[in-house]
């Protein structure tokens, strides 16, 4: 496919990035359907986002290797030699991030929050919310930058302990945006509530906790239970046996009832709430 790099699409993606952050996604998402020939498609937009993101890295890697600080070189010897194949697996690395976030979202989506929204608006939502990539990536080169013209004066000792207390503020920070523009996108082209979507990956993630806890219990109990049954069965007699099967039966149900607790607790509580859940996201796709 063939990039375009005429001045109309870069004029184009300038306006779609600058109206995105300005405006917010749920006032975007209006302005793009009023007026459509203004922005660049989610597609474009997301390819054109990456291209930029690349040349900001190329950029960053550039300044660290050009001021040759020493003190540095522990710290960035994963980018390896070349430059380009470094920048590919952070362009892959973001797109399977997306996608992955996507398929995830698009379960929550399913279930429990039965929205009418299909993977065109997740898709949509996940490709222009890659705006604020563009702002990360560029932060991340400014406080390259920064680094490597404040380095030389810090004592060597200290050197160590500045990079990992940046590095552990930017990670913080960018993903804390990151977040919260990818579910603020996301309820706006899926046209959700973003207290409904919050709810709706809350329900998502405690039942497969319990699910997972249920399961866990049933399997901890059958084996816990059967190895002390073999452990005190001394008889090889049939009334020996039959009592070694009969603790297993035993062992079994107690196990099973026991472990099938959670989820049976949490199934009566999404019985009531989830009706309703599901109701309320109907009435706001059909309203937004």
Known sequence: MAV????????KYFWTWLDFIRLGPVRFRLRLRSHPDRYLTSGQFFLGTMVVCAALWLITIGTIREAQISALRPYTSFMG????????????YVFVSVIAGAA???LVIWWPLGSPADIADLLTAKFYGSAIFAVLVALDCLLASG???ILPYIAAGNVPRLIILCSACELFLFTAVGVYYDIWSLSAFCRLRVRRLLEGLVILWAGLAVLGASIGGIIG???GGMSDALKTAHSHTLTGIAMLAATFAFVFVLSVG????PLAGLFLVLRKRLPKLRQAVQEEYANL
């Not at 030699?81 to 892959?92: A, E, H, K, P, Y």
């Not at 026991?258 to 607790?261: A, I, K």
């Open 221 to 223: 109990g059958m084996i």
């Open 147 to 149: 680094l490597v013209l």
């Open 81 to 92: 030699n070349n430059s380009q194949i470094f920048i590919g697996r952070r362009v892959l």
């Open 258 to 261: 026991l472990g099938s607790l």
């Open 4 to 11: 375009d790099l005429s001045l109309e699409t870069a004029e």
């Open 104 to 106: 995830m979202q698009r």
